[in-house]
């Protein structure tokens, strides 16, 4: 058993990757078995309170990562957790997007945040693991991640302001086609059983509700968040167990955040800008280390948390003086 504990498993011993799996697992089950066992409205204190406790958890498992594998690991982890929860930030208003689309009730909406976390620690696992085989294996791959990552905050400073219309999602057009939805929701149920609509017989069929169509886009969503996320991360720190763990503590806290963040999503309208400014320097980092060299963890620390405070405290300038104009 010493030996199976002790033996790497994607650059770190094993029994490092179980405590990971066992602190999130039992996060996971403290929120929904003790905090939300019963489906209610979560107010902005309740969220503000349930992200600190994520947070707390988050920075206490870094400070023992910290202990365990050294200061430099200790760094990337906070790093790679603070441009996780930057980037993803943009996530939420998409996901409030997505519940205000379906009519998803406050009520109802912790629910699809919860079990599409699940989904999010599989889908994380699996792009990180192939991101950390390409980087071993292929140093040049570095270079065309960052290349996409200028590329993609190029294309959202040019795009930011451009409204969505989730009604002409591919995705979701192709899940009303080969998938029974029915037209209401029924309570917080994902799946139900009724009448098939073509069936003299009354025979009982399983239909998808609405509530499990926003679980799919909520998942779809984080798919294409992560495909900039995952390359941004691996930009700075090549440990895939570094990687994981801060990308999926960052992702637990910011679900948690949600309902915070999305009643106050009108006052962070510059925050796109500042995202995109990440994205850009982050790629664009790439590409000076044969002229500069390495930029340490704490210099992409620093850069990432001034344009995020700076997107934030503009929005919130410019916000105010738009409300006394008006």
Known sequence: MTEFLQSPFLGQA??????FVGVVAALLAFDLGVLHRDDHEIGVRESLLLSAGYIGAASLFGAWLWW??????????FTGFLIEKSLSMDNVFVIAMIFAFFGIPRSYQHRVLFWGILGVIVLRALMIGLGAALVTRFDWVLYL?????????????????????????????????????????HGNAFFVRAPHPTRADDAQVWWATPLFLALCMVEFADLIFA??????????ITDPFIVYTSNIFAILGLRALYFALAAMAHRFVYLKYALALVLVFIGGKIFLVDLVGKLPSLVSLGVTLGLIAGGVLVSLWKTRTLNRAA
């Open 227 to 236: 495909v900039d996320s995952v390359p941004a991360i691996f930009a700075i």
């Open 14 to 19: 094993t029994w490092l990757w179980l405590v």
């Open 145 to 185: 991640f960052g290349a996409f990552l200028v590329a993609t905050g190029i294309k959202m400073l040019t795009m930011s302001g451009h409204a969505t219309d989730l009604g002409d999602n591919r995705t979701l057009r192709w899940l009303r086609r080969h998938v029974r939805v029915t037209p209401a929701l």
């Open 68 to 77: 365990q594998l050294g200061a430099q690991s200790g760094v990337d982890y």
